[in-house]
């Protein structure tokens, strides 16, 4: 895979208060374009008010977020075109088909219409999911619709995708047909930013950040961090890093 | 702008898709109408009356068939004893009672006075006045013709020291159906308009698609102009479908300019569209949405002058409808559909509801945020 050296993300001493509750304590970090950037930790570690900062969703409380060269928050509106987004919580439209989603969030980035209906047409075709374009997303199974909805995301070619636990919920097999599209993504040069707790994931990334109680414990590429803790996996690195949080 | 067609085009979609959706845009209003205009009646047809007669000379039965003649009384029961009336009116079987006492007609014959008593079960006051006034007028033209047998000179029922004339304007006849049909028109439209419109943005915080939407470029007011407009064009079409089905059926006047009041809707609807998506950008369950337009809408409804004239209301209250979008619109749906109204007779409630709807949508775009 091209590496670049060119950082895409950059973030600073960023912090997130609700309240008194720190979710984001001090986060420091970047990422570099084309990469798969792994943002790992258990339930409640911080993850996704990390990713809603990063894609315009939600203010910082303090530090400096830059997303693709802009500053998120002076620039969001030039950072959203930029990206691409996918949330846990599901994000097509269930009563409109395929295609009309596709078609929708399309026009709603402002690509012209006939650009929309070549790539449609392509992606169904890629994603053999030709025969059921016009069926509508709640009649399709989940692992299908995380696959479109994914594929709508980066759908405007957007130099970053967020992805917030795009596979949870479904098997082994379907996940792994998903990281191939992470993959491939990733191939045509956009960088992706995943967040997930299935540590066999993480093992995909090309880079990956542990966190902790809002604070990131570790950040390295898989292999590294498995000499680092002298574990087998990342299922033992995880684990270690969250007992020490305890003792 | 081609983003904001991308968005109409979704929503009719959703609109049309949603099998509740086409029956509430199509059905409620047929049923509304045909219903609540012959049901929202202030006309008594049926008064129940119970008769206490302890005279039952000739000219208590003569009084007693003067309103069993009546159309709008049936006589429901007898009885000589007045408790037995009273538990009628218990029981909810008799509207009102007429007590007529033993010695009633040799009162009349000899001391040319008589008294009789009427009981009228107040629990329902508008009715209640009702009866009085029918009974009384019932009772009333029964004493002229009294006067005429007993002085055998008819002429005196003719003389009427001074004849009152009463001619109604706008709606001669005194039609409810005139008067209901308009103001039921308002509440369909209003109700359509503010309660949809918060129900679908409400529905897409539900659905997480909210948070789709808030991560592209797109700007607010194209989303705000892509969410109002769909539930203003179906408000304009409930409008013309409720005046179609008034013409129609009811022969409703149309004396103003139709293009006038369609002026005006618009500008009306700007408010009610206003305060739905006020409400979406406060509440985040549909359910939330249910109880707070509920909330608004009973208030607005009640104190809008649909039932009861406005002028009548406390002066309080008066103020209060300054806020209150459903009482400008009322007046003004009565006043060009029945009587003509102009712009400049409507200027005032035009100029008004232009300057609240400004204020109403600046505030709810302003609200509503892209970013939590």
């Given at each position: 895979?091209?590496?670049?050296?060119?950082?895409?993300?950059?973030?600073?001493?960023?912090?997130?208060?609700?309240?008194?509750?720190?979710?984001?304590?001090?986060?420091?970090?970047?990422?570099?374009?084309?990469?798969?950037?792994?943002?790992?930790?258990?339930?409640?570690?911080?993850?996704?008010?990390?990713?809603?900062?990063?894609?315009?969703?939600?203010?910082?409380?303090?530090?400096?977020?830059?997303?693709?060269?802009?500053?998120?928050?002076?620039?969001?509106?030039?950072?959203?075109?930029?990206?691409?987004?996918?949330?846990?919580?599901?994000?097509?439209?269930?009563?409109?088909?395929?295609?009309?989603?596709?078609?929708?969030?399309?026009?709603?980035?402002?690509?012209?219409?006939?650009?929309?209906?070549?790539?449609?047409?392509?992606?169904?075709?890629?994603?053999?999911?030709?025969?059921?374009?016009?069926?509508?997303?709640?009649?399709?199974?989940?692992?299908?619709?995380?696959?479109?909805?994914?594929?709508?995301?980066?759908?405007?070619?957007?130099?970053?995708?967020?992805?917030?636990?795009?596979?949870?919920?479904?098997?082994?097999?379907?996940?792994?047909?998903?990281?191939?599209?992470?993959?491939?993504?990733?191939?045509?040069?956009?960088?992706?930013?995943?967040?997930?707790?299935?540590?066999?994931?993480?093992?995909?990334?090309?880079?990956?950040?542990?966190?902790?109680?809002?604070?990131?414990?570790?950040?390295?590429?898989?292999?590294?961090?498995?000499?680092?803790?002298?574990?087998?996996?990342?299922?033992?690195?995880?684990?270690?890093?969250?007992?020490?949080?305890?003792? | 702008?081609?983003?904001?067609?991308?968005?109409?085009?979704?929503?009719?979609?959703?609109?049309?898709?949603?099998?509740?959706?086409?029956?509430?845009?199509?059905?409620?209003?047929?049923?509304?109408?045909?219903?609540?205009?012959?049901?929202?009646?202030?006309?008594?047809?049926?008064?129940?009356?119970?008769?206490?007669?302890?005279?039952?000379?000739?000219?208590?039965?003569?009084?007693?068939?003067?309103?069993?003649?009546?159309?709008?009384?049936?006589?429901?029961?007898?009885?000589?004893?007045?408790?037995?009336?009273?538990?009628?009116?218990?029981?909810?079987?008799?509207?009102?009672?007429?007590?007529?006492?033993?010695?009633?007609?040799?009162?009349?014959?000899?001391?040319?006075?008589?008294?009789?008593?009427?009981?009228?079960?107040?629990?329902?006051?508008?009715?209640?006045?009702?009866?009085?006034?029918?009974?009384?007028?019932?009772?009333?033209?029964?004493?002229?013709?009294?006067?005429?047998?007993?002085?055998?000179?008819?002429?005196?029922?003719?003389?009427?020291?001074?004849?009152?004339?009463?001619?109604?304007?706008?709606?001669?006849?005194?039609?409810?159906?005139?008067?209901?049909?308009?103001?039921?028109?308002?509440?369909?439209?209003?109700?359509?308009?503010?309660?949809?419109?918060?129900?679908?943005?409400?529905?897409?915080?539900?659905?997480?698609?909210?948070?789709?939407?808030?991560?592209?470029?797109?700007?607010?007011?194209?989303?705000?102009?892509?969410?109002?407009?769909?539930?203003?064009?179906?408000?304009?079409?409930?409008?013309?479908?409720?005046?179609?089905?008034?013409?129609?059926?009811?022969?409703?006047?149309?004396?103003g300019s139709v293009g006038l009041l369609f002026g005006f809707?618009?500008?009306?609807?700007?408010?009610?569209?206003?305060?739905?998506?006020?409400?979406?950008?406060?509440?985040?369950?549909?359910?939330?949405?249910?109880?707070?337009?509920?909330?608004?809408?009973?208030?607005?409804?009640?104190?809008?002058?649909?039932?009861?004239?406005?002028?009548?209301?406390?002066?309080?209250?008066?103020?209060?409808?300054?806020?209150?979008?459903?009482?400008?619109?009322?007046?003004?749906?009565?006043?060009i559909?029945?009587?003509?109204?102009r712009f400049?007779?409507i200027?005032?409630?035009?100029?008004?509801?232009?300057?609240?709807?400004?204020?109403?949508?600046?505030?709810?775009?302003?609200?509503?945020?892209?970013?939590?």
């Amino acid at each position: 895979m091209l590496k670049q050296t060119e950082n895409i993300i950059e973030v600073s001493n960023l912090v997130k208060k609700f309240g008194n509750f720190t979710a984001n304590d001090d986060l420091t970090f970047d990422v570099k374009q084309g990469e798969i950037f792994g943002f790992l930790g258990a339930n409640g570690a911080g993850k996704t008010t990390t990713l809603k900062i990063l894609s315009g969703l939600s203010y910082p409380t303090s530090g400096k977020v830059k997303v693709a060269g802009f500053d998120v928050y002076r620039e969001r509106e030039k950072v959203k075109k930029n990206i691409g987004y996918m949330s846990q919580k599901f994000s097509l439209y269930d009563d409109l088909t395929v295609k009309e989603n596709i078609r929708f969030y399309g026009g709603i980035y402002g690509l012209p219409g006939k650009y929309i209906k070549e790539k449609t047409d392509e992606l169904l075709r890629r994603l053999k999911m030709e025969n059921i374009k016009d069926s509508l997303i709640k009649s399709l199974p989940l692992g299908w619709k995380q696959k479109i909805a994914f594929s709508v995301a980066i759908f405007h070619n957007p130099g970053i995708v967020f992805l917030d636990e795009p596979t949870g919920g479904v098997d082994p097999i379907t996940r792994r047909d998903f990281w191939e599209l992470i993959y491939e993504a990733s191939y045509s040069g956009i960088t992706v930013f995943v967040t997930t707790h299935y540590m066999d994931e993480a093992e995909y990334c090309d880079r990956v950040s542990i966190m902790d109680q809002g604070r990131i414990e570790a950040m390295d590429t898989p292999a590294l961090l498995k000499k680092q803790y002298n574990a087998e996996n990342m299922d033992e690195v995880f684990i270690r890093i969250a007992r020490k949080q305890q003792l | 702008m081609r983003k904001i067609l991308y968005i109409l085009q979704k929503e009719f979609i959703q609109i049309f898709r949603d099998k509740t959706m086409l029956p509430m845009i199509f059905g409620v209003p047929i049923i509304q109408l045909v219903v609540l205009v012959h049901a929202a009646t202030l006309e008594m047809k049926s008064i129940d009356m119970f008769v206490v007669d302890k005279d039952l000379s000739s000219l208590s039965a003569k009084l007693v068939n003067k309103f069993e003649g009546s159309p709008f009384y049936t006589i429901s029961g007898r009885s000589f004893s007045i408790t037995d009336a009273n538990k009628e009116i218990e029981n909810n079987k008799a509207d009102v009672i007429l007590h007529i006492p033993h010695g009633f007609e040799r009162n009349l014959l000899r001391e040319k006075s008589s008294e009789i008593q009427l009981q009228i079960d107040g629990i329902n006051g508008t009715a209640a006045s009702l009866i009085n006034a029918y009974s009384t007028s019932v009772i009333s033209d029964f004493n002229k013709n009294i006067i005429v047998e007993l002085t055998q000179m008819p002429q005196l029922a003719e003389m009427e020291p001074i004849e009152i004339q009463t001619s109604y304007w706008y709606n001669p006849e005194l039609n409810y159906k005139t008067y209901m049909l308009p103001g039921i028109l308002v509440i369909l439209v209003s109700i359509i308009s503010l309660f949809m419109t918060a129900m679908n943005i409400v529905r897409e915080k539900e659905m997480g698609t909210i948070e789709q939407i808030n991560v592209t470029p797109i700007r607010k007011h194209e989303f705000i102009i892509g969410k109002l407009v769909p539930f203003m064009i179906i408000a304009l079409f409930e409008l013309a479908l409720g005046l179609t089905i008034g013409k129609l059926f009811f022969h409703i006047p149309v004396v103003g300019s139709v293009g006038l009041l369609f002026g005006f809707v618009l500008v009306y609807l700007l408010v009610v569209l206003s305060i739905g998506l006020l409400i979406s950008t406060l509440a985040s369950t549909q359910q939330q949405v249910m109880f707070i337009s509920f909330f608004f809408m009973l208030v607005f409804i009640l104190m809008s002058g649909i039932f009861t004239p406005t002028e009548s209301m406390p002066m309080w209250a008066q103020k209060v409808n300054i806020i209150n979008p459903f009482y400008y619109f009322m007046r003004v749906i009565r006043m060009i559909l029945l009587k003509g109204s102009r712009f400049w007779d409507i200027s005032y409630e035009f100029f008004s509801l232009l300057i609240y709807g400004s204020f109403m949508l600046g505030l709810a775009v302003w609200r509503y945020r892209k970013v939590a």
